[in-house]
């Protein structure tokens, strides 16, 4: 009965690991999410700058004689 007890203890504390690693694991991958949606954000906001400026420039260009 004792050695039952001592492995059911075991377990539990191998769990109760488990739990925390994930838990850890969670925040650290919820802070990347975070990271990488405002990087992304960042580059979309680049991307229509530069679409906006390439536009700009278009209509500078002298139209195209055939």
């Given at each position: 009965?004792e050695?039952?007890l001592?492995a059911l203890?075991?377990?539990?504390e191998?769990?109760v690991?488990?739990?925390q690693q994930?838990?850890s694991e969670?925040i650290?991958?919820?802070?990347?999410?975070?990271?990488?949606?405002?990087?992304?954000k960042?580059?979309?906001?680049?991307?229509?700058t530069?679409?906006?400026r390439?536009?700009?420039l278009?209509?500078?260009?002298?139209?195209s004689?055939?």
């Amino acid at each position: 009965m004792e050695s039952e007890l001592s492995a059911l203890e075991e377990k539990i504390e191998q769990f109760v690991r488990l739990c925390q690693q994930l838990r850890s694991e969670n925040i650290q991958l919820r802070q990347q999410l975070a990271s990488t949606i405002s990087e992304n954000k960042h580059l979309a906001e680049k991307i229509d700058t530069a679409s906006s400026r390439l536009e700009a420039l278009l209509t500078r260009l002298p139209e195209s004689e055939e």
